[in-house]
């Protein structure tokens, strides 16, 4: 199983920008995707998760200005950013609990990490 994530880079304060991560591979059934982000010298943190069912939540930091979304067909999570903020800054990592078999207990995954950087 592979997550794959993209479309970081460099935006201004108050610009968009919008992260995808695929999940690829061997893949059951997926319960939970997620995006963290850790930025320099701080702990990783989780800024959304969205389950299955369409239920969702934000770290206080994000809520009104990210919005995380999923589209189970593809296995795909995206995160728009919207109104970013120097302070978001960080490397985005998505994570997914999936299961690659009916019998096979729920796993976590990471992806790679794309680095977004807010900046004039």
């Known amino acids: 199983v592979q997550l794959q994530a993209s479309g970081g880079g460099l935006v201004q304060p108050g610009g968009s920008l919008r992260l995808s991560c695929a999940a690829s591979?061997?893949?059951?059934?997926?319960?939970?995707m997620a995006w963290y982000r850790q930025a320099p010298g701080k702990q990783r943190e989780l800024v959304a998760h969205i389950s299955r069912d369409g239920s969702r939540g934000y770290a206080e930091s994000v809520k009104g200005r990210f919005t995380i979304s999923r589209d189970n067909a593809k296995n795909t999570v995206y995160l728009q950013m919207n109104s970013v903020k120097a302070e978001d800054t960080a490397v985005y990592y998505c994570?997914?609990?999936?299961?690659?078999?009916?019998?096979?207990?729920?796993?976590?995954?990471w992806g790679q990490g794309t680095l977004v950087t807010v900046s004039s």
């Open positions: 591979g061997s893949i059951f059934s997926i319960n939970v």
């Open positions: 994570n997914s609990i999936l299961r690659t078999g009916r019998e096979v207990p729920p796993y976590n995954y």
